[in-house]
């Protein structure tokens, strides 16, 4: 693994509380689990940084070996790597992502829900 991408990864995830890799930008993913991986943290208004590997492609690589996981995006809460979409999203439904979030000390409060 690149020295440089594990360096910039592990300071990113000791600065931010939540932080997604993912390919594109949080305003503008670049593929459906990208986008969907944004839609959660977004219903739940947890603030987050997003981390676009496409921009990089040590960073690309690097983030799978860092987590030993194959695929972006990959959520990472106070530092642990929690999971990839489908992770989240099984976390969401179920309200264990909420729980995981609040028990680190992240604030989330799920976006109400309009008529």
Known sequence: ???MASERIRADISAN??????????????????AQ???????LNVPFKGV?????????????????WPTVPQLYVKGEFVGGCDIMR???QSGELQQALQ?????????????
């Open 1 to 3: 693994m690149d020295n």
């Open 17 to 34: 509380d939540v932080v997604l890799y993912m390919k594109g930008t949080p305003v503008f993913p670049q593929c459906g689990f990208s």
């Open 37 to 43: 991986a944004v839609q959660i943290l977004n219903m």
């Open 52 to 68: 676009d590997v496409l921009t990089d492609p040590s960073l690309r690589q690097g983030i799978k070996d860092f987590s030993n």
């Open 90 to 92: 099984e976390m969401f």
């Open 103 to 115: 028990s680190k000390g992240v604030s989330c409060a799920p976006t109400p829900k309009t008529a």
